[in-house]
């Protein structure tokens, strides 16, 4: 077995366990549950089309980024989903970098 192999199955990748959930991954699954609760389930839904959307991580994260601006954009989200796609997009951003 390679290492890099060897690496990936000591980070729990490949080991058949699911990904640990990092705060962004969290925060995107929060963004989503306020939307869906609040009546703009369409929003949930092109989160979800960004994210399975991209072949590669980049482009993932560069659709998410452009999902939640144009979101930002909309009125009457509530008042709790506006900060957390703020954090989402400089956490995105910062990834960009």
Do not use: F
């Not at 560069?62 to 601006?69: G, Q």
């Amino acid at each position: 077995m390679c290492h890099d192999r060897q690496d990936r199955l000591a980070s729990g990748v490949d080991s058949g366990m699911p990904a640990p959930k990092d705060a962004l991954s969290e925060n995107i699954a929060q963004i989503g549950a306020l939307l869906t609760a609040s009546g703009h389930g369409e929003w949930k839904t092109r989160i979800d089309d960004a994210i399975a959307g991209g072949a590669t991580g980049t482009e993932i994260l560069m659709a998410l980024r452009w999902t939640l601006r144009q979101m930002l954009k909309q009125r009457g989200l509530r008042p709790e989903v506006k900060p957390l796609a703020k954090e989402a997009i400089a956490e995105i951003s910062k990834r960009l970098l």
